[in-house]
């Protein structure tokens, strides 16, 4: 982490493995993190001070993209498992895995500012003539129904969402 003030910088894990993809709570306490500490790539939380580490994916597969909930009760994630690409939810203490959208590749959740839908990218698998392949977004409530494709002129990856400015 880095004090924008002080410019001084903190490093809050310190081992051989591979850590990425941290996420703040809403409340800025914890931090959600995929690491390969334990052989393969889980989902993470520790206290803010990089203190009480604790793995809280135990599905089978991989998982990456760790994303806090606006609401701080959920966690989003992308999950590998043999060869497809899953969007989901978990609790903050790894329970209640919900998977809610599979395909060739879906990545990037990230979530509505409400806490309810979220939004990630899909690729299609090519073809054999070469056609297909193509990247779009999705939205997709909690339930993992009312899936949408949101419609853009171009291939389109990484979706955020703007915040929501009070009246």
């Known amino acids: 982490t880095m004090d ?3 410019r001084k910088v903190k490093q809050l ?8 993809s941290p996420s703040y709570s809403p409340d800025g306490d914890q931090i959600t ?20 580490v604790r793995r809280i994916s135990h599905g089978k ?20 498992l043999k060869g497809t690409f899953y969007i989901g939810v978990m609790r903050i203490d790894g329970s209640g895995e919900r998977l809610l959208d599979k395909d060739f590749l879906v990545e990037g959740p990230t979530w509505a ?24 977004l999705y939205s997709i409530d909690l339930t993992g129904h009312n899936k ?15 915040p929501l400015i009070p009246n």
């Open 4 to 6: 924008l003030g002080t």
């Open 61 to 80: 597969g991989r998982y990456a993209t760790p994303v806090w909930s606006p609401r701080g009760d959920l966690i989003a994630f992308t999950k590998m």
């Open 13 to 20: 894990t310190r081992h051989s493995a591979i850590d990425t």
């Open 113 to 136: 500012p409400n806490g309810r839908v979220l939004m990630y990218f899909r690729q299609q698998r090519s073809d054999s003539s070469g056609g297909g392949g193509g990247a779009n």
């Open 33 to 52: 993190f995929n690491s390969d500490r334990g052989g393969s790539q889980q989902i993470y939380v520790m206290n803010a001070n990089g203190g009480n």
């Open 148 to 162: 949408r494709k949101v419609i853009t002129p171009l291939d389109a990856s990484d979706p955020a969402w703007s």
